[in-house]
């Protein structure tokens, strides 16, 4: 992106690193919930997600400063920003593939006692999906028809849309409270939200394991954000606004890795998790068409349109999706609780009960 030289080619580009990151950030969230216990996951989630957070913290900071090489190779400031960054993640990229390791059961590096006490961990947990299994087109449509698949993509979105729009807009945000702030000072004031936000991700990705209330968590963080935008919207002084980018950081950046964790907790099954994870997450990406048309210069500085919007999500969809979720599974785990699924597994083998996944009756629920 940083070599093109007109719009046709930056667009060609940018779509070409969208198809090539798209299975990243489902992917590797996929592959952490195979080597680990629900109640373990979501703090590993919650660090990985931080690194967005951070990437924002960071990322201002090193923007700032590659900016300044404007002029070098007869290149403006943004294209080496582009070519820097870029180059670092092909290395990266390249590193990854001797570093990653296979799922527990095909693990070389693991001994077979480490690989069965690993099977072993997870077996406690009601799960069976670290161990190799077959496609078969049934455990896409059992992911497909789940309602759980749609009431955790309906929370992501709230917590995405909100995500996108403040990862592209939180320097115009802030920009607009002082009209005199150059980029780079917007880009400067923009660190400290992020870095607050990544300790924040990493604390109730513990938090939620700890106490095992993925849900209870989401709302809570939720508030934070719907306050935060709401000061954003009610408020023309710099002070109370620049206060309210804290709040809304706060608000967003757990909840997303939390509904990452707190979906691939209550879906088991190797295919039907995995797709459930990419409907969930794809679907929150899809937002992002939506997010990045609502901040409009023709409505600076006070972009009403854009803190709106971001409040709706925050408050529709996030906070009030995961109440009812929360709500619903608790119900089905009571049932379950009392016998009344106890028929589904009835008459079957055991290579058929494992096959039912989340719908074994003594799989409960994450909260």
């Not at 920003?81 to 180059?87: A, M, Q, V």
């Not at 920009?175 to 000072?185: D, L, Q, R, V």
Request: with cysteine.
């Amino acid at each position: 992106m940083g070599l093109v030289h007109n719009f046709s080619g930056m667009m060609a580009c940018r779509f070409f690193l969208g198809l090539a990151e798209a299975g990243l950030f489902p992917g590797v969230n996929y592959y952490l919930s195979c080597w680990y216990k629900r109640s373990e996951f979501g703090i590993r989630a919650a660090i990985f997600f931080s690194a967005a957070a951070l990437a924002g913290s960071f990322g201002g900071l090193l923007a700032a400063g590659i900016a300044q090489m404007k002029g070098v190779g007869g290149k403006p400031g943004w294209a080496w920003i582009f070519i820097l960054e870029g180059l670092v993640t092909v290395v990266v990229g390249i590193v990854s593939y001797w570093m990653v390791h296979d799922f527990p059961a095909e693990a070389t590096f693991l001994s077979p006692d480490d690989r069965a006490r690993v099977l072993r961990r997870l077996a406690s947990d009601g799960q069976s999906s670290a161990k190799v299994e077959s496609f078969k087109w049934k455990y896409f449509w059992a992911s497909v028809r789940d309602w759980k698949t749609t009431a955790f993509a309906i929370i992501y979105m709230g917590a995405d849309g909100a995500l996108y729009a403040f990862a592209l807009f939180v320097p115009t945000i802030i920009k607009g409270m002082n009209p005199e702030y150059s980029a780079t000072t917007a880009n400067l004031l923009s660190v400290p939200p992020y870095a607050v936000a990544a300790v924040a991700t990493i604390f109730i990705g513990w938090l939620a394991d700890r106490t095992k209330q993925r849900g209870y968590c989401n709302i809570a963080m939720s508030v934070f954000g719907m306050v935060g935008f709401s000061m954003l919207l009610g408020s023309a002084n710099p002070h109370v606004q620049y206060a309210g980018v804290f709040l809304g950081a706060l608000g967003i950046y757990p909840c997303i890795p939390n509904t990452v964790s707190w979906t691939s907790n209550n879906v088991e099954g190797v295919y039907k998790r995995g797709v459930s994870l990419g409907f969930v997450i794809g679907w929150g990406n899809l937002n992002g068409v939506v997010s990045s048309n609502i901040y409009r210069g023709k409505d600076k500085p006070r972009y009403f349109l854009g803190h709106g919007v971001v409040l709706a999500y925050l408050t529709l969809f996030l906070c009030v999706g995961s109440i009812v979720t929360r709500i619903l599974l608790a119900r089905e785990n009571k049932k379950r609780r009392d016998g009344l699924r106890d028929h589904w597994v009835e008459g079957k083998s055991q290579d058929q009960i494992d096959e039912l996944g989340d719908k074994v009756p003594d799989f409960e629920y994450m909260l």
